[in-house]
């Protein structure tokens, strides 16, 4: 509290109210008990908000959890907020309530006009905590595949430019490869084979397009797989060839599905190595 004299707080050992001329010297005593050092900078009031600016100014500069800003404001202000009411409202209601005497006009004014500031504060203090946890981004949930996989190899494919006809679409508006199989390019795959899947993993850093190739050479379009790990499962048989190209139908690996241990997957990767530049 403070009066004309100015700041007065309890001494740290009587728990009197007298003058806070600051931290005090050894010389310093407390008129009523005569305790040496009534005042400590433990016992500072202001120093919960030395600690809560100084840990938010170094949180805030470093941002260990990286933070977006808005998730920095409502943090930061809603804990100051509360910060405010707990060690500013709540003491003095709790000593309100211990006093029995008749308020006059003036204090029952101030005491309501208190009260509310006191619930401004904790309202305050708990909607932005709650619309911290509402903007907040929590982290994604990974999710670890732990299917057994076999590896495959990616052959590559070497391509003359007078043989691309630089059409990535059939008459049907379908996309098709711009080369055919042939001993030269990529072969046709097995009539028949043992039922298996094979997973293409795309580590380009353009989209690629698979194909399924048939018995005859004949290509069908079968996924369309983004940039920089796009994936995805086909069923197949061992023996089947697949093809992949670029976005426009440019043929740059294939693929032979093989079996292998129960269980294993055929894993395809799409690797820039793998094109043999």
Same mark, same amino acid.
């Given at each position: $509290?403070?009066?004309?004299?100015?700041?007065?707080?309890?001494?740290?050992?009587?728990?009197? /109210?007298?003058?806070?001329?600051?931290?005090?010297?050894?010389?310093? %005593?407390?008129?009523?008990?005569?305790?040496?050092? *009534?005042?400590?900078?433990? =016992?500072? *009031?202001?120093?919960?908000?030395?600690?809560?600016?100084? =840990?938010?100014?170094?949180?805030?500069?470093?941002?260990?959890?990286?933070?977006?800003?808005?998730?920095?404001?409502?943090?930061?202000?809603?804990?100051?907020?509360? #910060? #405010?009411?707990?060690?500013?409202?709540?003491?003095?209601? +709790?000593?309100?309530?211990?006093?029995?005497?008749?308020?006059?006009?003036?204090?029952?004014?101030?005491?309501?006009?208190? @009260?509310?500031?006191?619930?401004?504060?904790?309202?305050?203090?708990? +909607?932005? +905590?709650?619309?911290?946890?509402? !903007?907040?981004?929590?982290?994604?949930?990974?999710?670890?595949?732990?299917?057994?996989? /076999?590896?495959? !190899?990616?052959?590559?494919?070497?391509?003359?430019?007078?043989?691309? &006809?630089? $059409?990535?679409?059939?008459?049907?508006?379908?996309?098709?490869?711009?080369?055919?199989?042939?001993?030269?390019?990529? *072969?046709? &795959?097995?009539?028949?084979?043992?039922? %298996?899947?094979?997973?293409?993993?795309?580590? $380009?850093?353009?989209?690629?397009?698979?194909?399924?190739?048939?018995?005859?050479?004949?290509?069908?379009?079968?996924?369309?797989?983004?940039?920089?790990? @796009?994936?995805?499962?086909?069923?197949?048989?061992?023996?089947?060839?697949?093809?992949?190209?670029?976005? !426009?139908?440019? *043929?740059?690996?294939?693929? /032979?599905?093989?079996?292998?241990?129960?269980?294993? /997957? =055929?894993?395809?990767?799409?690797?820039?190595?793998? #094109?043999?530049?």
């Amino acid at each position: $509290m403070q009066d004309r004299k100015g700041w007065m707080l309890p001494c740290e050992k009587c728990g009197e /109210i007298i003058k806070y001329d600051g931290v005090s010297l050894p010389s310093h %005593t407390c008129p009523h008990c005569g305790a040496a050092r *009534p005042h400590t900078l433990k =016992g500072n *009031p202001l120093l919960p908000f030395l600690f809560f600016f100084g =840990g938010w100014l170094v949180f805030g500069l470093l941002n260990p959890l990286e933070w977006s800003e808005d998730s920095l404001l409502f943090a930061s202000f809603g804990s100051f907020m509360l #910060l #405010l009411w707990f060690k500013v409202c709540l003491p003095i209601h +709790l000593e309100m309530r211990k006093s029995s005497l008749p308020k006059s006009k003036e204090q029952t004014q101030g005491s309501r006009a208190l @009260g509310c500031l006191s619930a401004g504060f904790l309202s305050g203090g708990i +909607l932005s +905590l709650i619309m911290f946890f509402a !903007t907040y981004e929590w982290p994604e949930e990974v999710h670890y595949d732990y299917t057994p996989t /076999i590896e495959l !190899t990616g052959y590559p494919i070497f391509v003359d430019p007078g043989d691309l &006809s630089g $059409m990535s679409s059939d008459a049907g508006g379908k996309i098709v490869p711009t080369l055919e199989a042939g001993p030269s390019t990529f *072969p046709v &795959s097995a009539v028949y084979g043992e039922k %298996t899947k094979i997973r293409f993993v795309n580590r $380009m850093e353009f989209p690629v397009r698979v194909f399924s190739v048939d018995a005859n050479g004949s290509s069908t379009h079968a996924s369309y797989l983004g940039q920089d790990f @796009g994936s995805s499962d086909m069923n197949s048989y061992v023996g089947q060839t697949w093809l992949v190209t670029n976005d !426009t139908g440019k *043929p740059l690996l294939y693929f /032979i599905a093989e079996k292998g241990a129960e269980g294993e /997957i =055929g894993r395809a990767p799409i690797l820039s190595e793998s #094109l043999g530049n």
